[in-house]
Each structure stands twice: as C-alpha cells, then as structure tokens.
Nanobody, 125 residues
Framework: QVQLEESGGGSVQAGGSLKLSCQVS????????LAWFRQVAGEEREGVAV???????RYAASVEGRFTISRYLARNILDLQMDNLHPEDSAKYYC???????????????????WGQGAQVTVSS
C-alpha cells in the first residue's frame, strides 16, 4: 500500500497562486500513475492532473495552462503548482496513486487505489 500525504493549500484571492505537495511513501520515478483530484462537498470528485511513469502529463480542460503537475523524484514528492486561480477552483484536493500497467494514466478516480487525506484550497473573488 502506498501512503500519500498532502501539504500546502490554503486561501488566496482570485488570480493568485498556490502550490500543493504530496509526499509519497514509495519511489515515484517508475511504475506509478500519480494524479491530483479535487472535490467540493456534495459534488462528484473531479480529476485535475495526472503524470505517467514515463513523464507524460494530462490535465483537465478547466485547469489546462494554469496548473502544472510535476514530480520531484529525489524526494518522492508530487507537486501541483496552481496559478491564476479562480473561485471555482476552490475544493479539497487529493493526491492519488495506482500502478502504471500501460495503456496510459487517466483521470478516472475509480482506477486509483491509494489516496491522501486531502488539502483545502479556497479562492476568494
């Protein structure tokens, strides 16, 4: 089982930036799909960004060009840099992991096995 722990987040005004980090308990340089999801209370969880073990990244259309997912391999950290934040980006953000068995890594939450506890992001207008 992979342990994940988010940090960062907080409150910011619209147009501002925040960075989320996720400490992963295993080596993330190969073998895993690593993703960020978000969820507003009472709504469905939404995929935000994912990185494959080969480094390919995918983003939800709503965050493309504003968010960047990256891996810090030496420390097994998954980051999400969020720029030009909008009020609708407010949510609890979760990092997630699953084995990369080929065929691509996608933002389908039912495929992910291990999850962090989440970090709140609040964007005010």
């Amino acid at each position: 089982q992979v342990q994940l722990e988010e940090s960062g987040g907080g409150s910011v005004q619209a147009g501002g930036s925040l960075k989320l980090s996720c400490q992963v308990s295993v080596y993330i340089g190969s073998g895993y799909c690593l993703a960020w999801f978000r969820q507003v209370a009472g709504e469905e969880r939404e995929g935000v960004a994912v990185v494959e073990s080969n480094g390919i990244r995918r983003y939800a259309a709503s965050v493309e060009g504003r968010f960047t997912i990256s891996r810090y391999l030496a420390r097994n950290i998954l980051d999400l840099q969020m720029d030009n934040l909008h009020p609708e980006d407010s949510a609890k953000y979760y990092c997630a992991a699953r084995p990369d068995r080929g065929g691509g890594c996608w933002l389908l939450d039912h495929q992910y096995i291990d999850w962090g506890q989440g970090a709140q992001v609040t964007v005010s207008s």
